[in-house]
């Protein structure tokens, strides 16, 4: 007896479906599983085995085959269990197959028939509703995340039985879910967030740096003594960040799915992540990769912040992976047995000390680095790196008077200006495929970065006065054109490119060590 | 007196220190002699013990100074001995004038009235400012700006007279064929196009440093006096001030403030008695030199402040000739950083303030 039930598995950040077909013969007792499974999968025949048997059916002994197709594809991930044990019911007409093709079964078996959560659900129900079936079973913990999709009939279940009767008609206990709260369209999530910048005392500078680094998209990277409050404000940069977009919503919660760090009962996820990995990360850890593919950490922060904190700590050749995705937002994983596009947007923040010691360019301290220490401490991070770096900025430590005064402008007053900034940059680039000011080439910077005359005139006396790099030439426009936005300027005016010019800090320092 | 081979032979050996070459070229008249004397001969000098003899036996063998002058010939190198004419007078007044020098370059600002200009390596915007104000202006007046081309004042020193298109010489720690510190070899090659190089140490020579020393006393015994502008408590630029006085050359030092710490090096100098110098004239002065007659560079400044705006000198007010952070700004001025930011960047334009690392302003 033959029996057809449809699954899904995952690739990259996509999911396809799979067929399950269960093929029952006489002959010596078997459970042979073919169609490239991995170990995960090799190992469900024990645990459907178990679960049929402790959920009072019987298990056939026969000759069982069973095949995942398309076989060419490899398959992984214990979510296999639930679809392979209602064909094997199936194929024993221990319950209808008339309505089985029309829904795609997902979840994992514990031995006593009960069903757990499995990672990857969003995608695959994208999968489902793109193929045009009916529904899907997911395990009951996971209904949120799968009921987010609309056009497809979520069934959660508890067990094997659940399953079963569902199919018979007799399964009516269905979680209730708010599928307008899941969709994040209650707009209820900024309190969110566990800080807001008006915690943070002083600072009125780097604040403003921030502002326009998260307006127009900018990477950053802070300079400063240890105990300046760096990570401090980094950690509240995504209260400023505009509110994410439901597509964006839906890609993040896509990539959280996969890589199994959803938390349950939230739906999408509605923050922008923070991510702050550690100097000691592996390569494989910071782009992705491994065996089975995982998302890495810059595609953890997609949308969000990648946090790098103490930047010359990290390993050259980590840093240097950044370069790439850092164009391209994405990045390529090619492995001898597949090759994986994951999305990577990220505002990239780092975080440095002037130099070993500290003390570099602080007037009231003698710094005890010598000069070739620091050069070297400077030249972790390479020129190409730098260059996409567009604000630098230095950190003084706060002063004591600064902790005690009043708290200034929060954050929802900061990011209404920087939602509004970016909508004007939407608006000016709907026609040149890119969104933020960041992402200007040079040939649209000529069209949309125009200087006036005295803005011109500025310029070059900043180039000859300041001893600008050409490098700077274009960060400094991209700022300028993030500060006119945030003005709410059409064109950008002296006073802004006035402002742009002294974040462009680490030249100075280049110039210092010159000599 | 002895001929040049010989010196240049003595020279390379050694262990052996001027005085010695001195009495050792008195003695032997000429290379030959030289390489023919006994080890009887050499321990009756003056000086000579056993252990300088041996060395004197083992390494005349391995020099050869017609070798050397046919290398420094290739290399566009000019040797000068205390028997030439080109020799430095004031160098030569020196207790222990280097019987050799390897020189590159126009050596005849070397009979220029110079001034040494030295200090930390690692220096300060102040500092900076200063080195080259300074060796600028005495440039201009054709005096030739001694120094020893290290990394921080002495690059900056050099660097303001080349501005000036003036006289300055450069004093290697090592063989005149080495560039050390290996970054400055443009700086040398724009001290070449309007001064000289020179050293007193063999070609090949590494720049190790038991040679600095050495080094600093041809700085100040080139000059009729020596301009410390930044030195730490204990810095080499100090080792230069005390063989200016031992050569009975002044010493001037550049006040600073009493907050950073490579102005100690300076003001302990003042206490000791040397001259503290805001402009050249007090160095002009001093060494009975006539001083320009328009030498006012401050009304420049004055002309600028007119031209500012009412929030430009607002700023302008809070800041002070001691380095203040843009925080500290931006509360003192009560007005957003923002508006901070653009008007700092004109001020800094105008030329009222100077950006310094760390977020720090300062009056210029």
């Known amino acids: 007896m033959l029996a057809q039930v449809k699954s899904c598995s995952i690739y990259g950040l996509e999911s396809f479906l799979v067929d399950v077909e269960v093929d029952i013969s006489s002959g010596l007792p078997a459970f042979d599983i073919v169609g490239l499974p991995d170990i995960a999968v090799r190992e469900s025949k024990e645990r459907v085995r178990a679960a049929i048997k402790n959920q009072e059916f019987n298990f056939p002994i026969k000759r069982i085959t069973l095949n995942l197709a398309?076989?060419?594809?490899?398959?992984?991930?214990?979510?296999?269990?639930?679809?392979?044990?209602?064909?094997?019911?199936?194929?024993?007409?221990?319950?209808?197959?008339?309505?089985?093709?029309?829904?795609?079964?997902?979840?994992?078996?514990?031995?006593?028939?009960?069903?757990?959560?499995?990672?990857?659900?969003?995608?695959?129900?994208?999968?489902?509703?793109?193929?045009?079936?009916?529904?899907?079973?997911?395990?009951?913990?996971?209904?949120?995340?799968?009921?987010?999709?609309?056009?497809?009939?979520?069934?959660?279940?508890?067990?094997?039985?659940?399953?079963?009767?569902?199919?018979?008609?007799?399964?009516k206990t269905n979680k209730i879910v708010d599928k307008d709260f899941l969709r994040c369209k209650t707009q209820d999530n900024d309190t969110a967030f566990d800080g807001d910048f008006s915690e943070v005392k002083g600072q009125e500078n780097l604040k403003r740096c921030l502002e326009i680094a998260a307006a127009g998209h900018h990477n950053v990277l802070m300079i400063g003594p240890p105990g300046s409050g760096k990570t401090m404000i980094a950690r509240r940069i995504p209260t400023i960040l505009p509110s994410m977009t439901f597509e964006e919503s839906l890609e993040l919660t896509k990539i959280y799915s996969i890589a199994g760090l959803i938390s349950n009962h939230s739906g999408l996820i509605k923050k922008r992540p923070f991510r702050f990995p550690h100097h000691t990360i592996?390569?494989?850890?910071?782009?992705?990769?491994?065996?089975?593919?995982?998302?890495?950490?810059?595609?953890?922060?997609?949308?969000?912040?990648?946090?790098?904190?103490?930047?010359?700590?990290?390993?050259?050749?980590?840093?240097?992976?950044?370069?790439?995705?850092?164009?391209?937002?994405?990045?390529?994983?090619?492995?001898?047995?597949?090759?994986i596009t994951?999305?990577?947007?990220?505002?990239?923040?780092?975080?440095?000390?002037?130099?070993?010691?500290?003390?570099?360019?602080?007037?009231?301290?003698?710094?005890?680095?010598?000069?070739?220490?620091?050069?070297?401490?400077?030249?972790?991070?390479?020129?190409?790196?730098?260059?996409?770096?567009?604000?630098?900025?230095?950190?003084?430590?706060?002063?004591?008077?600064?902790l005690e005064g009043p708290s200034t402008t929060d954050s929802m007053t900061i990011k209404k200006r920087v939602e509004d900034a970016r909508l004007m940059q939407l608006e000016r680039y709907k026609e040149c495929n890119i969104y933020f000011n960041s992402q200007l080439t040079p040939?649209?910077?000529?069209?949309?970065?125009?200087?006036?005359?005295?803005?011109?005139?500025?310029?070059?006396?900043?180039?000859?006065?300041?001893?600008?790099?050409?490098?700077?030439?274009?960060?400094?426009?991209?700022?300028?054109?993030?500060?006119?936005?945030?003005?709410?300027?059409?064109?950008?005016?002296?006073?802004?490119?006035?402002?742009?010019?002294?974040?462009?800090n680490i030249d100075k320092y280049y110039q210092n060590l010159k000599i | 007196m002895a001929d040049n081979a010989l010196l240049i032979a003595l020279n390379a050996i050694p262990k052996l220190g001027s005085i010695k070459i001195q009495s050792l070229a008195e003695e032997f008249k000429c290379y030959d002699d030289f390489l023919k004397a006994k080890p009887e001969d050499l321990l009756e000098i003056p000086g000579i013990g056993k252990i300088i003899c041996e060395k004197i036996i083992e390494y005349r063998k391995k020099v050869d100074p017609n070798?050397?002058?046919?290398?420094?010939?290739?290399?566009?190198?000019?040797?000068?001995?205390?028997?030439?004419?080109?020799?430095?007078?004031?160098?030569?007044?020196?207790?222990?004038?280097?019987?050799?020098?390897y020189t590159k370059g126009e050596i005849a600002f070397l009979h220029n009235k110079s001034i040494a200009i030295v200090g930390s390596r690692k220096a300060s915007a102040y500092g900076k400012n200063v080195a080259m104000k300074f060796a600028k202006e005495l440039a201009s007046l054709t005096i030739n700006?001694?120094?020893?081309?290290?990394?921080?004042?002495?690059?900056?020193?050099?660097?303001?007279?080349?501005?000036?298109g003036g006289p300055t010489t450069a004093v290697f720690g090592c063989g005149i064929d080495i560039i050390y510190p290996p970054e400055n070899i443009s700086l040398m090659k724009e001290i070449l196009k309007c001064g000289c190089v020179i050293s007193?140490?063999?070609?090949?020579?590494?720049?190790?440093?038991?040679?600095?020393?050495?080094?600093?006393?041809?700085?100040?015994?080139?000059?009729?006096?020596?301009?410390?502008?930044?030195?730490?408590?204990?810095?080499?630029?100090?080792?230069?001030?005390?063989?200016?006085?031992?050569q009975g050359r002044e010493v001037f030092a550049i006040p600073g403030s009493i907050f950073n710490p490579y102005s100690r090096g300076t003001h302990k100098l003042i206490k000791q008695g040397a001259k503290l110098v805001e402009s050249i004239d007090d160095i002009l002065d001093e060494l009975y030199l006539e001083s320009p007659k328009n030498s006012n560079t401050n009304t420049a400044d004055s002309v600028n402040l007119q031209n500012l705006s009412e929030t430009e000198k607002s700023i302008l007010e809070v800041i002070d000739y001691q380095p203040i952070q843009i925080e500290q700004i931006i509360n003192l001025s009560l007005r957003n950083s923002q508006e901070v930011n653009a008007v700092l960047t004109c001020l800094e334009l105008k030329g009222c303030i100077s950006a310094l690392p760390g977020g720090y302003f300062v009056r210029n």
């Open chain 1, 282 to 339: 592996s390569a494989v850890g910071m782009v992705g990769g491994g065996r089975i593919p995982k998302p890495g950490e810059i595609t953890l922060a997609h949308h969000g912040v990648l946090f790098l904190d103490e930047i010359p700590e990290f390993p050259r050749d980590i840093l240097e992976l950044l370069r790439q995705p850092l164009e391209d937002e994405k990045v390529t994983i090619a492995r001898a047995n597949a090759t």
């Open chain 2, 200 to 246: 007193s140490f063999p070609l090949g020579t590494p720049p190790q440093a038991v040679n600095f020393p050495a080094r600093n006393r041809i700085i100040s015994g080139l000059s009729l006096g020596t301009l410390v502008v930044e030195a730490a408590e204990k810095s080499g630029s100090l080792i230069t001030a005390d063989f200016s006085l031992e």
């Open chain 1, 70 to 171: 398309p076989a060419d594809i490899r398959k992984e991930g214990p979510h296999f269990d639930l679809p392979i044990a209602l064909g094997i019911l199936a194929a024993t007409e221990q319950m209808p197959s008339d309505t089985l093709n029309e829904y795609a079964v997902i979840g994992e078996l514990s031995l006593d028939g009960r069903i757990r959560p499995v990672n990857g659900v969003l995608p695959m129900v994208i999968a489902v509703k793109e193929s045009g079936l009916k529904g899907v079973i997911v395990p009951w913990e996971n209904m949120e995340e799968a009921a987010v999709i609309d056009g497809v009939e979520a069934i959660g279940v508890n067990s094997l039985k659940d399953a079963v009767a569902y199919f018979k008609g007799e399964y």
């Open chain 2, 67 to 101: 070798r050397e002058i046919e290398r420094a010939n290739q290399l566009g190198i000019k040797i000068v001995t205390l028997l030439d004419k080109e020799y430095p007078e004031l160098l030569k007044q020196i207790y222990d004038p280097p019987p050799v020098l």
């Open chain 1, 443 to 504: 040939a649209l910077m000529n069209k949309h970065c125009k200087l006036d005359k005295s803005g011109k005139i500025l310029m070059k006396e900043a180039f000859k006065s300041m001893k600008l790099s050409a490098r700077a030439h274009s960060k400094i426009l991209k700022v300028a054109r993030t500060i006119a936005d945030l003005d709410g300027k059409r064109l950008i005016k002296e006073s802004h490119l006035a402002e742009a010019l002294q974040y462009r």
């Open chain 1, 342 to 402: 994951y999305p990577a947007k990220f505002m990239m923040v780092g975080s440095m000390n002037p130099c070993q010691c500290g003390f570099f360019g602080d007037p009231f301290h003698e710094c005890t680095c010598s000069l070739h220490q620091i050069q070297k401490y400077l030249s972790k991070i390479s020129g190409p790196l730098m260059d996409r770096i567009d604000l630098q900025l230095e950190v003084a430590p706060v002063k004591f008077s600064d």
């Open chain 2, 145 to 164: 700006i001694v120094s020893g081309m290290a990394r921080g004042i002495d690059s900056f020193a050099h660097k303001g007279a080349i501005d000036a």
